[in-house]
């Protein structure tokens, strides 16, 4: 029988050209954008990411002609339940470290009378930026890899790619690289067991922004490398930065590495025998 580089044996086209036509059409969009952003001295909004990765998603789906469901979940009183409890678990992935170096004196966390004020924005904020790159990286193309090459091969190539576009954040440098690597890398990996377990995008949409959201506006920690004004001020003393994480996040911290790899465990457990 001959290998047709294009079409599948049901005579469809192949996984991999589809991931291709997604970022043809994601860079037609996002590379003008740029371009324009640098030109007026800013960035590209977070809601204009949101729109450009939603319109390859769905110009995608649609030219495969699948539902909309496949890609998103179906929007269901389930699809909130699970984003709230996606959202309790992110919550608890930064509080209970948080709590661990508090309670051992590494953190001390001092209010912020002016942190209630961004509390509404900045959660409008990690919104967008939870959706974009959930969008982006368990969106179309982890479902067309999972398809293609199965879950695992799925999960490492995602993971990687993830951690590749949070190498130049800054902050990720010295000693801290190491732990903030494993932790991103990991962390796509536990939002990835998230979709599978529920194949739908809710799940680790509310894990990633509420993570996102508790680390920078409730407890005032680094998000990604990026300084966030919070609700609390953490002062870390002479606690060294792989213990704390310091203005990276606790994302980098050894404590939020034990945190996620307990909640990669549970998830995994539950996803062991899932199939896509």
């Not at 990765?53 to 909130?80: D, K, Y």
């Not at 959930?134 to 199965?150: C, K, N, P, S, T």
């Not at 003393?237 to 310091?246: A, C, E, N």
């Amino acid at each position: 029988m001959t290998f047709n580089p294009f079409l599948n044996s049901d005579r469809r086209l192949r996984n991999g050209w589809w991931i291709l036509i997604f970022f043809v059409v994601l860079a037609t969009l996002l590379v003008p954008a740029m371009i324009s952003a640098q030109q007026n001295n800013m960035e590209v909004s977070i809601g204009l990411q949101v729109l450009i990765v939603l319109i390859a998603s769905l110009t995608g789906q649609l030219l495969r002609q699948r539902p909309l469901a496949e890609l998103f979940g179906t929007l269901n009183w389930r699809w909130l339940k699970e984003l709230c409890v996606g959202g309790l678990i992110g919550s608890m992935l930064m509080l209970v470290p948080a709590l661990i170096l508090g309670m051992f004196g590494r953190v001390r966390l001092q209010w912020n009378p002016e942190g209630i004020l961004i509390l509404l924005p900045s959660l409008l904020l990690f919104a967008g930026v939870a959706m974009a790159e959930e969008l982006l990286f368990r969106g179309f193309v982890f479902q067309r890899l999972i398809a293609g090459l199965g879950q695992w091969p799925a999960q490492l190539i995602i993971a990687a790619f993830f951690l590749l576009t949070h190498l130049n954040n800054p902050g990720i440098n010295g000693s801290i690289k190491v732990l903030a690597s494993l932790n991103i890398f990991l962390a796509s990996i536990l939002f990835g067991l998230a979709f599978i377990q529920t194949k739908s995008l809710a799940m680790p949409l509310g894990l990633h922004w509420m993570a996102n959201w508790v680390q920078g506006s409730m407890l005032g920690f680094g998000v990604s490398g990026t300084e966030q004004p919070g609700l609390l001020i953490p002062a870390f003393g002479k606690s060294p930065v792989w213990l704390t994480g310091g203005q990276f996040g606790l994302e980098a911290s050894l404590p939020g590495l034990i945190c996620i790899v307990i909640a990669l465990f549970m998830f995994y457990l539950k996803t062991g025998n899932t199939k896509w």
